[in-house]
């Protein structure tokens, strides 16, 4: 291990190719991760220790930085941030030095840097099927946002994609030959890892409905009928969370819901169904079982009362 001559913020750019080139995180990835270490940067500068070095940064520090996130306000709620933004903060921070580790570079170990302990209930949120066929029920299709956001509803549960690579979708992506079978499409999720997805019937259909309204040139799949036209029209992710939470509230669902939330729903409807965890794996794009194993509680009440009610001696 060797000392730096340079500063903590002169590595940030190093860092964030680092995190393009060995890493392989996506363009939003990325992004997110420039947002969250620039939080930290700005403290480093408040507090005039913007010429700290790698070898310099110590627990106090740690301390102080955390102290200093957990008397931040949301901006959009007004309210402290919530622990697991919190957390966020540090995950970007540990992997600064994990990147000090990897380049040989003295600094702290990231197993230092400790997270918030997050209390409460952990489970993850669901729709049955019923709410499920309310949501996709609730957009009036006599018009083309009608028609476009019940494609996207349709397309987030039959595939289960991420919000980020929903709104990457390209028109030419989906090529319609006929509606009795599904479609196979490659997306890029994670970590540029290629994998198949799948639009069923059902979604083809809807997807027909609204590609025959569009007289645009515009390549993205899903796109805003407001705004400048010169300008690409592709959808936000905030566009896409807002236009689920319209549609929960006009089903009258009684969860907080979001993109996520239809992502779950995917994956819980596959293993309610009986589908290998592996395969409901891949279909999501976990580069670890362990993150997939997250929805096996759900379904371990079902097995419980299958087994109750089918095994011979359960009786």
């Known amino acids: 291990m060797k000392q730096s001559n340079k500063s903590i913020i002169e590595h940030i750019p190093e860092f964030l190719e680092y995190l393009d080139i060995e890493k392989g995180l996506s363009h939003n990835s990325q992004e997110t991760y420039t947002r969250l270490i620039n939080?930290?940067?700005?403290?480093?500068?408040?507090?005039?220790?913007?010429?700290?070095?790698?070898?310099?940064?110590?627990?106090?520090?740690?301390?102080?930085?955390?102290?200093?996130?957990?008397?931040?306000?949301?901006?959009?709620?007004?309210?402290?941030?919530?622990?697991?933004?919190?957390?966020?903060?540090?995950?970007s921070l540990r992997n600064l030095l994990n990147y000090f580790t990897d380049r040989d570079i003295l600094s702290l170990p990231s197993e230092k840097i400790k997270l918030v302990k997050e209390k409460g209930d952990k489970s993850i949120k669901f729709l049955g099927l019923k709410q499920i066929?309310?949501?996709?029920?609730?957009?009036?299709?006599?018009?083309?946002?009608?028609?476009r956001d019940k494609s996207i509803l349709e397309v987030l549960f039959s595939t289960g994609l991420r919000v980020?690579?929903?709104v990457s979708l390209n028109r030419n992506q989906i090529k319609i030959e006929g509606l009795d079978n599904e479609l196979e499409i490659s997306i890029i999720g994670k970590g540029g890892k290629i994998r198949p997805v799948?639009?069923?019937s059902r979604t083809l259909k809807?997807?027909?409905d609204y590609l025959e309204t569009r007289k645009d040139k515009d390549k993205a799949l899903f796109i805003n009928y407001k705004g400048p036209k010169s300008a690409s029209r592709r959808l936000t992710t905030r566009s896409i969370e807002n236009i689920v939470k319209k549609y929960i509230l006009k089903a009258g669902i009684?969860?907080?819901?979001?993109?996520?939330?239809?992502?779950?729903?995917f994956a819980t409807d596959l293993l309610m169904q009986g589908v290998d965890l592996r395969i409901v794996q891949e279909f999501l794009g976990h580069q670890n079982i362990a993150t997939t194993q997250i929805y096996t509680h759900i379904t371990s009440k079902k097995?419980?009362?299958?087994?109750?009610?089918?095994?011979?001696?359960?009786?």
């Open 39 to 91: 939080k930290f940067i700005q403290w480093l500068k408040d507090n005039k220790i913007d010429s700290l070095k790698p070898h310099e940064f110590n627990a106090n520090h740690i301390w102080d930085y955390r102290v200093f996130l957990s008397r931040q306000y949301n901006k959009s709620t007004h309210k402290p941030l919530k622990k697991c933004s919190i957390n966020y903060y540090l995950i």
């Open 254 to 265: 009684s969860v907080q819901a979001s993109p996520h939330t239809l992502r779950h729903s």
């Open 206 to 208: 809807s997807l027909k």
């Open 133 to 147: 066929e309310k949501l996709l029920s609730s957009p009036d299709i006599s018009n083309n946002i009608g028609l």
């Open 198 to 200: 799948y639009l069923s």
């Open 164 to 166: 980020a690579e929903l």
């Open 303 to 315: 097995l419980k009362d299958v087994h109750k009610k089918f095994h011979s001696f359960g009786k």
